[in-house]
Nanobody, 119 residues
Framework: QVQLVESGGGLVQAGGSLRLSCAASGLTFGTYAMGWHRQAPGKERGLVARIGSGGSTYYADSVKGRFTISRDNAKNTVYLQMNSLKPEDTAVYYC?????????????WGQGTQVTVSS
């Protein structure tokens, strides 16, 4: 059974930082592409950042230069370092895994962690 468990969310002031973690189990973690998505109230869920099994990365324009995605295959964990946070970054952040980088849909999702940025 595949499990993705996010942690590290919380309340932070604008300009602050948070690091999200996603611990994976039940899958061959190193072979999966991993992504962080977010959903704000009243908005659709969207991709924030993605990292391939080989380490290639992608960022949404809204977070480029502020967020960094990384992975530790020895720990089966993917991270999202979020700096210079803005109130518009407030959302539930979800970790997801997919077998192939090129596929559109993700195969597995975590339950999400709330990030709230106060102005």
């Amino acid at each position: 059974q595949v499990q993705l468990v996010e942690s590290g969310g919380g309340l932070v002031q604008a300009g602050g930082s948070l690091r999200l973690s996603c611990a994976a189990s039940g899958l061959t973690f190193g072979t999966y592409a991993m992504g962080w998505h977010r959903q704000a109230p009243g908005k659709e869920r969207g991709l924030v950042a993605r990292i391939g099994s080989g380490g290639s990365t992608y960022y949404a324009d809204s977070v480029k230069g502020r967020f960094t995605i990384s992975r530790d295959n020895a720990k089966n964990t993917v991270y999202l370092q979020m700096n210079s946070l803005k109130p518009e970054d407030t959302a539930v952040y979800y970790c997801a895994a997919k077998r192939k980088l090129v596929q559109l849909n993700y195969d597995y999702w975590g339950q999400g962690t709330q990030v709230t940025v106060s102005s």
